[in-house]
């Protein structure tokens, strides 16, 4: 196969096996779950062996082997509040062991807010919560390709930190191990910062930034979202491919362009009916398909 696999965020209502069913149904080829309740200071779910058991076969018999798990939204890595930044990181290694228990190797976070202070107090916190995880996943004897964790960017109208991806460099740059440290671009968050990604050269301009500061290949996921948004609007509000301000071309360039060639593409495009997701991924398919 050529290009990107393409995939979607799907439920884990009443058994997290169900979530592969719901992707197969939806013609995923990825997958990207909540491993528990995302608004909310839930206790992680403990799952019994049988129903990991379920998930895993069912992973595997899909050939779903880079399933994410998304944080959930309230843990704040770049917090300036001593209690708060604890709790966060306790989440996060919470979300590490589930990966572990269920066999998966992403856990992609949004990376807060720093309440006020500046880019290099948000990075060094952000590094600091991600040294802690990272020596959990040391002292547990995984590697970066078994276990990584991605950072997401996010876009700015809610005053979240890491919109811009010079706060990805100065992250790692304080990071210990950035090995266990990859990137998640969600194109949506990109867009309404104000990433002019419409046109196969301001795409490609952004892609290559994103390299020369931080590494080659260290983007392992893409959330392909289009925004309801307009460009620079900060306004984080998914849209179907195609019907947003962002518009096909860019989806076009995902699918082809070569750099992406077999990393998972996740859709949180809107779920207006149990079709959804399945008519974005066969929209995307075809622009996949297209040979110049
Ligand atoms: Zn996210
Ligand atoms: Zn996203």
């Not at 807060?112 to 990075?123: F, I, L, R, T």
């Not at 090995?179 to 795409?203: K, N």
């Amino acid at each position: 196969m050529f290009g990107p696999r393409i995939g979607a965020h799907k439920s884990i209502a009443k058994s997290i096996d169900l979530a592969v069913d719901r992707a197969l149904a939806s013609t995923c080829e990825c997958l990207q779950i909540f491993s528990r309740s995302p608004r909310r200071w839930a206790k992680g779910s403990n799952l019994s062996s049988e129903v990991i058991d379920r998930f895993v076969n069912k992973s595997e018999k899909a050939n779903f082997f880079d399933t994410t798990i998304h944080m959930p939204y309230l843990p704040n890595l770049s917090s300036p509040d001593e209690k708060l930044f604890e709790k966060s990181v306790n989440v996060l290694i919470e979300e590490i062991d589930m990966s572990f228990r269920i066999q998966t190797p992403f856990i992609v976070t949004h990376l807060g807010s720093p309440k006020g202070h500046d880019d290099m107090y948000a990075a060094k916190q952000v590094a600091n919560a991600l040294d802690s995880a990272i020596e959990y996943l040391q002292q547990k004897n995984r590697t970066p390709k078994a276990s990584m964790i991605l950072l997401e960017n996010s876009t700015s109208k809610k005053k979240l930190w890491g919109t811009k991806i010079e706060n990805f460099e100065s992250i790692l740059s304080h990071v210990q191990e950035d090995a266990f440290v990859g990137i998640c671009i969600d194109t949506a968050h990109a867009f309404s910062t104000g990433y002019d990604i419409r046109t196969p050269e301001g795409f490609n301009e952004i892609f290559d930034k994103i390299n020369d500061l931080t590494g080659n290949n260290r983007i392992k996921l893409l959330h392909i979202n289009d925004s309801k948004g307009e460009l620079g609007s900060g306004i984080d509000h998914h849209e179907h491919i195609g019907q947003g301000h962002i518009g096909i071309a860019c989806f076009r360039e995902l699918m082809q362009n070569k750099r992406f060639e077999n990393l998972p593409m996740i859709l949180e495009t809107p779920k207006d009916d149990i079709d959804s997701d399945k008519q974005n991924l066969d929209l995307l398919r075809e622009l996949r398909s297209i040979r110049n």
